[in-house]
């Protein structure tokens, strides 16, 4: 079942600016972690160091503060991403509420990154890092609605087929034949979250089902 939503419920259940979930998301890998680290130390130390030659000029205040924005990157850097990622949300024309059920959920195995490494012989060979993912279908009493892929954790085990699913669908037509884009799932009977990211507002969410559905 597929329960239209109005834009200023999404507004309330998708915030404009990152929450503490979605900034540490945004966060992602250590190697992500590592790479930002790396552009706010670079790019700080050296916009303060031209700073310093330009204490004279007119333009030392900017220099400064492009010093300072730098050194902050790590901050700002994943909020801008959580923020951005939010915001692709309120470009959809529609949004629902699925009253949906698990149809089916199984794993793949993905590949991350690949580079090329010399073997004993002194060979290139392609070397490729996998992860696992589980992907987990969605259907209503109508057919097949869409999918939610996320890695595998220990937790998502008891995920079966058959269990009621809840989360937000949105589309640019009115019937929602084609959907474009879909958000992270409360599993009501087993008390938990799927998804990459956590788009919605968690706790909202679920007073905002409770309301919709059961009442």
């Known amino acids: 079942m597929l329960l239209p939503i109005k834009q200023n419920e999404i507004n309330k259940l998708i915030p404009s600016v990152a929450t503490g979930k979605q900034f540490n998301s945004a966060l992602g890998n250590p190697q992500k972690i590592f790479q930002r680290i790396m552009v706010s130390t670079i790019g700080g130390v050296i916009?303060?160091?031209?700073?310093?030659?330009?204490?004279?000029?007119?333009?030392?205040?900017?220099?400064?503060?492009?010093?300072?924005?730098?050194?902050?990157?790590?901050?700002?850097?994943?909020?801008?991403?959580?923020?951005?990622?939010?915001?692709?949300?309120?470009?959809y024309s529609f949004a629902a509420l699925v009253d949906g059920y698990i149809a089916d959920v199984y794993v793949e195995d993905r590949i991350e990154n690949q580079h090329e490494q010399a073997?004993?012989?002194?060979?290139?060979?392609?070397?490729?890092?996998?992860?696992?993912?589980?992907?987990?279908?969605?259907?209503?009493?109508?057919?097949?609605?869409?999918?939610?892929?996320?890695?595998l954790q220990n937790k998502f085990n008891i995920l079966r087929k058959g269990m009621r699913i809840n989360c937000?669908?949105?589309?640019?037509?009115?019937?929602?034949?084609?959907?474009?884009?879909?958000?992270d799932a409360w599993c009501p009977e087993i008390k938990l979250w799927i998804g990459n990211y956590p788009f919605l507002l968690r706790p909202a969410f679920e007073e905002f089902v409770n309301i919709r559905i059961l009442n």
């Open 119 to 151: 073997n004993k012989n002194g060979r290139l060979e392609l070397v490729e890092k996998k992860r696992t993912w589980v992907v987990v279908d969605i259907e209503d009493e109508d057919g097949y609605l869409a999918n939610i892929n996320f890695p």
């Open 47 to 91: 916009t303060l160091l031209i700073s310093q030659s330009q204490v004279t000029s007119q333009f030392y205040s900017l220099w400064l503060v492009l010093g300072v924005v730098f050194l902050l990157y790590i901050l700002w850097g994943p909020i801008l991403e959580a923020s951005r990622k939010n915001s692709k949300f309120k470009n």
């Open 168 to 183: 937000v669908v949105f589309s640019n037509r009115r019937d929602f034949s084609s959907i474009q884009s879909i958000s």
